[in-house]
């Protein structure tokens, strides 16, 4: 079964502190992985796209890596702002009978605070 | 150039009811999809239009209807409203049927609906 999961399931950070966020896939075939970023309430933004070929992809203070031989990423936040509060959310695409799907994982909640 | 728009962001229903949310994809994509997503949950692929036809379905019942319009915009109507149905439902928009490649794919900021 294609299946994302995700973790911590929530993660509280001081401002200006880093951290990172895991997310393990068993979909296949595999054809991209993506991180959105979903503010509460708001659709979610893409921060990174990395295809099979891709290990690592940086977005600004975001670093997302992949390991497609043991299907995990990761997400990395340097010097976190009161603003990276959301849910950041791996996402994996995959395909069947010609057309693509995206799998989603349940989200990763982060809080930074002050 | 505006994004991917959806119409209404909030709205109350009754349990038996019939609702409608739209959308109009970010300009020059012709692919349409459809999630809902539970409070604290992931979103759930329900369906995708490409050239004014459904070409994915997700684990949806038939209860949940789409109708993609000649300038790509699409409608999600669902029927026999349940109280499981409270969701948000967001609307994404990309270029073809590829969610793949690396084409990035928008999403709007969802219609929050409540079924009471």
């Known amino acids: 079964k294609n299946q994302v999961e995700q973790s911590p399931q929530s993660l509280i950070i001081l401002e200006g502190k880093n951290c990172t966020l895991q997310c393990n896939y068993t979909v296949s075939p595999f054809s991209n992985l993506r991180w959105y970023k979903q503010d509460t309430g708001r659709g979610p933004v893409s921060l990174t796209i990395m295809t099979f070929s891709e290990n690592t992809k940086s977005n600004g203070r975001y670093t997302a890596t992949l390991d497609a031989d043991t299907k995990q990423s990761s997400l990395h936040i340097t010097a976190s702002q009161l603003s990276d509060s959301a849910s950041y959310i791996c996402?994996?695409?995959?395909?069947?009978?010609?057309?693509?799907?995206?799998?989603f994982g349940a989200g990763t909640r982060l809080a930074v605070h002050p | 150039d505006a994004g991917v728009t959806q119409s209404p962001t909030h709205l109350i229903k009754t349990r038996g009811q019939q609702v409608t949310l739209r959308c109009s994809p970010k300009s020059g994509h012709d692919t349409v999809s459809w999630y809902q997503q539970a409070l604290g949950q992931g979103p759930q692929f329900i369906f995708q239009?490409?050239?004014?036809?459904?070409?994915q379905r997700g684990n949806f019942p038939d209860r949940f209807s789409g109708h993609q319009f000649p300038n790509y915009s699409s409608e999600l109507n669902v029927n026999a409203l349940l109280l499981g149905d409270s969701a948000l439902y967001l609307c994404?928009?990309?270029?073809?049927?590829?969610?793949?490649?690396?084409?990035?794919?928008?999403f709007g900021e969802g219609s929050w609906l409540t079924v009471v």
């Open positions: 994404a928009s990309s270029s073809g049927t590829g969610q793949l490649s690396g084409n990035t794919i928008y």
């Open positions: 239009y490409y050239e004014e036809e459904e070409r």
């Open positions: 996402v994996v695409s995959t395909s069947r009978d010609g057309y693509n799907k995206l799998i």
